[in-house]
T-cell receptor, first 115, second 114 residues
Framework: SAVISQKPSRDICQRGTSLTIQCQVD?????MFWYRQQPGQSLTLIAT?????????ESGFVIDKFPISRPNLTFSTLTVSNMSPEDSSIYLCSVIGEIAKNIQYFGAGTRLSVL | LAKTTQPISMDSYEGQEVNITCSHN???????ITWYQQFPSQGPRFIIQ???TKVTNEVASLFIPADRKSSTLSLPRVSLSDTAVYYCLVAPRALNNAGNMLTFGGGTRLMVKP
């Protein structure tokens, strides 16, 4: 298994500002993922972050809005840029603990409210 | 992508066995079925994974028929603390780097009553 720490756990931000969310893993992992979860809804994959390469974004998500960094095998950040109230959501990072088993381990999430 | 369909919600009582079914009619040969549990204000937590027939661990059992077009998560003797949302996810074990096979369905909201 893997232990994942996400910071901040929650934040309230003003429209037009940006927030960077950090994800720290207690072991080296190849694949890290960023999800968004609207209250009461399922998870939607934003992007895959692999160390040493550009993040791969899913349909509907773009790098200018959600820039991602992956400087090493234990850390990643997701920035929510130029925020609007529609960005209010829970943002979660996850990792694949064992690459051959496709079992994800999730952080507790960052609850973002944009005013 | 193998799309999944689950009941939106289920109610149960403490001590009962709960079975949650997930439909995945277009599952691919190399897809595995993975179930997650999510409590409020937490990220999903892995419960069980299987490919065919039956898998059992200390938490749950997973039943997969021969055609693999559905799967059933079985929770024995549920307690109030099993109240959560349960997701089934169908994807290959070996993901490509894009991870674009990770599509969560709507999940099933299980309410366990005393």
């Amino acid at each position: 298994s893997a232990v994942i720490s996400q910071k901040p756990s929650r934040d309230i931000c003003q429209r037009g500002t940006s927030l960077t969310i950090q994800c720290q893993v207690d072991s080296q992992v190849t694949m890290m993922f960023w999800y968004r979860q609207q209250p009461g809804q399922s998870l939607t994959l934003i992007a895959t972050a692999n160390q040493g390469s550009e993040a791969t974004y899913e349909s509907g998500f773009v790098i200018d809005k959600f820039p991602i960094s992956r400087p090493n095998l234990t850390f990643s950040t997701l920035t929510v840029s130029n925020m609007s109230p529609e960005d209010s959501s829970i943002y979660l990072c996850s990792v694949i603990g064992e690459i051959a088993k496709n079992i994800q381990y999730f952080g507790a999430g960052t609850r973002l409210s944009v005013l | 992508l193998a799309k999944t369909t689950q009941p939106i919600s289920m109610d149960s009582y403490e001590g009962q066995e709960v079975n949650i079914t997930c439909s995945h009619n277009n599952i691919a040969t190399n897809d595995y079925i993975t179930w997650y549990q999510q409590f409020p204000s937490q990220g999903p937590r892995f419960i069980i994974q299987g490919y065919k027939t039956k898998v059992t661990n200390e938490v749950a059992s997973l039943f997969i028929p021969a055609d693999r077009k559905s799967s059933t998560l079985s929770l024995p003797r549920v307690s109030l603390s099993d109240t959560a949302v349960y997701y089934c996810l169908v994807a290959p074990r070996a993901l490509n780097n894009a991870g674009n096979m990770l599509t969560f369905g709507g999940g099933t909201r299980l309410m366990v009553k005393p």
